[in-house]
């Protein structure tokens, strides 16, 4: 009970941060929080500049691993959509032919105990290797100690290899030499400068392109806005398909060159959680359902279900990357049949965090998004082509020099 008790005090003071930090608290606390905040703010700005500095005068130094590496990020923390467009990329690049490896951090992955990295090193001469989530041909762990976004890529992409590893360095090396990888695809690694990229490919939410302007805590930026400047492309993400000149002005400001791309998330269908069933979006229509998500930007989400016709008649919000309970979900279903909700709907990144062991007292779906080229390209794979092969170079030809 104290646990519970504890965990949840913590959960609060997040979400009270969280608000602050997105304008949605008003009052004396949220004020004085959002003023302390911002002082941190100012010495964050700085310690990310002052490392920028010190990479772009080689005082620190980047490693290059000789094959094509492909950064994809962004400027903000949370909520840009950017594991569909990785397992786009990654997918698009396997199916030109190219020997694909993903690097992942591993965001709230749970870490090895201490004694296996003991008894490791005890017993080895070498490095401890980065965790293989999928080695092309299975998957070889749960989300849980890989990580939401990496085990979800392993599990959507046979034929690519993704690994987790803090030392991505370590991890691209290990993926050329054990799994003869020759295209890497650095996933959220924007901020991430001791592994040269070739190609820096930066993902902008067009409806929140960069929160406050403020850089974190105060903020959502990881860095200034003018850092736009390192991107090859820019990526608009969540496009209505209505131009915004006002944000392409800004980015060709800071970066007149990027060429710019703008793509929506689509919704494709409904995949049952507990079997194997798919039901179309058009299934929705006139329906009482229950939604809860822990992501970022639960609002996009919750709009895609409305846009099909659903009335939502329970919507709960958790924390993001927020691991749930037997608890959690029954209190869920609880809320779903006292309302007359007929189905429950959660998304794909969600869906992942909930036991296989689970049995639900309504049929609960995870909604299945996907990426669509609106602007800058016919679809995506000339899109790819055009990033990757700008030489018109296929399967078999030799990696551009970085």
């Known amino acids: 009970m104290p646990n519970r008790w504890f965990r949840h005090k913590v959960d609060e003071f997040e979400q009270f941060a969280i608000d602050v930090i997105m304008g949605r608290r008003e009052g004396t606390m949220a004020a004085l929080f959002g003023a302390f905040l911002q002082l941190c703010s100012y010495?964050?700005?700085?310690?990310?500049?002052?490392?920028?500095?010190?990479?772009?005068?080689?005082?620190?130094?980047?490693?290059?691993?000789?094959?094509?590496?492909?950064?994809?990020?962004?400027?903000?923390?949370?909520?840009?959509?950017?594991?569909?467009?990785?397992?786009?990329?990654?997918?698009?690049?396997?199916?030109?032919?190219?020997?694909?490896?993903?690097?992942?951090?591993?965001?709230k992955s749970k870490a090895p105990p201490f004694w296996q990295k003991w008894w490791f090193w005890l017993n080895?001469?070498?490095?401890?290797p980065p965790r293989v989530v999928s080695d092309g041909e299975k998957v070889l762990l749960d989300s849980e100690v890989a990580g939401d976004e990496p085990y979800m890529l392993a599990r959507n992409l046979p034929g690519v290899v993704v690994?987790?590893?803090?030392?991505?360095?370590?991890?691209?090396?290990?993926?050329?030499?054990?799994?003869?990888?020759?295209?890497?695809?650095?996933?959220?690694?924007f901020q991430y400068l001791p592994l040269k990229g070739r190609l820096n490919l930066l993902l902008v939410d067009k409806t929140n392109p960069f929160g406050n302007g403020f850089?974190?805590?105060?903020?959502?930026?990881?860095?200034?806005?003018?850092?736009?400047?390192?991107?090859?492309?820019?990526?608009?993400?969540?496009?209505?398909?209505?131009?915004?000149?006002?944000?392409?002005d800004m980015i060709r400001k800071f970066n007149p060159d990027a060429e710019i791309i703008e793509c929506a998330h689509k919704?494709?269908?409904?995949q049952r959680i507990d079997r194997d069933e798919r039901l179309p979006l058009t299934a929705l229509a006139g329906r009482r359902i229950a939604a809860f998500s822990g992501i970022a930007a639960p609002e996009s989400f919750e709009a895609f279900l409305r846009e099909t016709g659903a009335t939502l008649a329970v919507i709960r919000r958790y924390l993001d990357h927020y691991r749930f309970t037997s608890e959690d979900l029954a209190t869920v279903?609880?809320?779903?049949?006292?309302?007359?909700?007929?189905?429950?709907?959660?998304?794909e990144k969600d869906a992942v965090r909930i036991a296989a062991s689970e049995r639900f007292p309504l049929p609960c779906y995870y909604l299945r998004l996907e990426i669509e080229i609106l602007r800058g390209a016919a679809d995506f794979a000339e899109a790819v082509g055009k990033i990757c092969f700008p030489n018109g170079e296929s399967a078999g030809t030799s990696t551009p020099p970085i």
């Open 43 to 107: 010495l964050f700005s700085g310690i990310v500049q002052l490392r920028l500095w010190l990479y772009r005068h080689r005082i620190l130094r980047d490693q290059p691993l000789g094959c094509l590496v492909v950064v994809v990020g962004n400027l903000t923390v949370g909520g840009t959509g950017k594991t569909p467009v990785v397992e786009k990329f990654a997918k698009a690049l396997r199916d030109r032919g190219r020997k694909v490896g993903i690097l992942s951090r591993g965001y």
């Open 124 to 128: 080895h001469t070498e490095e401890e």
């Open 163 to 189: 690994l987790v590893d803090k030392n991505r360095v370590k991890a691209g090396a290990y993926a050329i030499k054990r799994f003869g990888c020759d295209t890497l695809v650095l996933d959220d690694g």
């Open 215 to 248: 850089l974190l805590p105060r903020g959502i930026l990881r860095e200034p806005i003018k850092h736009l400047r390192r991107a090859s492309y820019v990526f608009l993400t969540k496009s209505r398909g209505v131009r915004d000149t006002e944000l392409e």
């Open 267 to 270: 919704p494709q269908y409904l």
């Open 333 to 347: 279903f609880a809320e779903a049949g006292a309302a007359g909700a007929e189905l429950v709907v959660t998304t």
